[in-house]
């Protein structure tokens, strides 16, 4: 008898075991589904690899992207899945927003610059001063930016074959018993209002001086803050180059805010560096 009930028993276990693998199955395409509706339309994280945006952005800082306020293309989907035709709910940027878009001419990594030319813009650079439709963009020397030579910035500086985290030994100084970076900086102000700090560090570098430009009907013309340290519009799209000028259709999205910040100091199998490398100041700061 007590075999009899095993046996009526067991079909009921492999029964109760399958809608189990059922549900968890289905939680994980909800759950993937979600991820998928969240990075695509809303919202995605992006990390700061370079120094091409400083002061605004180190390396290291970790930032949320709003994926909404440009409208949406195949680059908006994770891996640039051909889905969307075109650009749909289209909307072009403001100047002085820091967006993300795919870098041409491969589209396929992640850049982040500042907006400053807008379809019929004429842009020309002058002896490192934005000339916009004309007229010089307003620039006001302020206090040099100090900030301290990090982990990450030492590792940014191997890989590139550089010989100083400051860029030139000459930024480079010691206080209180560590290295710090001194970079001269300005504050530009666009006409629309925008404000915002810049670098300019080499007074005769290869992109203080470029010739007049038109932007056409759906591109823009993008810098970084760091104007010594930024492959962008200033240059032709080549790959390991500049970007010339960026198709609308290669934005990503708008950056909204600082998430999380780290110097790179952290060893990931010691756990209580995660909070020494943090730099708990710089989350929250918006654009």
Do not use: H
Not at 14 to 23: L, M, N, P, Q, V
Not at 105 to 116: E, N
Not at 135 to 159: E, G, W, Y
Request: charged letters at 25%; glycine letters at 10%.
């Amino acid at each position: 008898m007590a075999e009899e009930r095993g046996v009526a028993e067991n079909p009921k276990a492999a029964a109760g075991e399958k809608s189990e693998t059922r549900e968890f199955l289905t939680f994980l395409v909800k759950l993937a589904l979600f991820v998928f509706v969240l990075r695509s339309f809303i919202v995605a994280p992006f990390n700061i690899p370079s120094e091409s945006m400083q002061p605004r952005l180190l390396i290291g800082d970790y930032l949320i992207v709003a994926k909404w306020p440009y409208g949406y293309s195949r680059y908006s989907l994770p891996f640039s899945l051909p889905l969307i035709p075109g650009r749909v709910f289209a909307s072009t940027p403001q100047r002085g927003d820091v967006a993300v878009f795919k870098a041409p001419p491969a589209q396929s990594q992640d850049y982040i610059k500042r907006v400053i030319g807008l379809p019929g813009d004429i842009i020309e650079i002058r002896d490192g001063q934005v000339i916009l439709n004309g007229k010089p963009v307003q620039r006001q020397k302020i206090a040099d930016l100090v900030i301290p030579v990090t982990q990450n910035m030492i590792d940014a500086t191997r890989k590139e074959g550089g010989m100083s985290p400051c860029f030139r030994p000459e930024f480079e100084e010691e206080r209180d018993g560590g290295r710090y970076c001194r970079y001269p900086q300005y504050r530009e102000t666009l006409p629309g209002g925008k404000s915002y700090n810049v670098l300019d560090v080499v007074g005769d570098g290869p992109a203080d001086n470029r010739d007049p430009v038109v932007v056409p009907e759906g591109r823009l013309f993008l810098m970084g803050d760091n104007r010594d340290r930024s492959a962008d519009s200033r240059f032709p799209a080549e790959v390991g180059g500049g970007i010339g000028l960026v198709p609308e259709q290669n934005l990503v999205g708008k950056a909204l805010f600082t998430v999380f910040s780290t110097d790179g100091s952290a060893n990931w199998l010691l756990p209580w560096t995660w909070v020494s490398a943090a730099r708990f100041n710089r989350i929250g700061e918006g654009f």
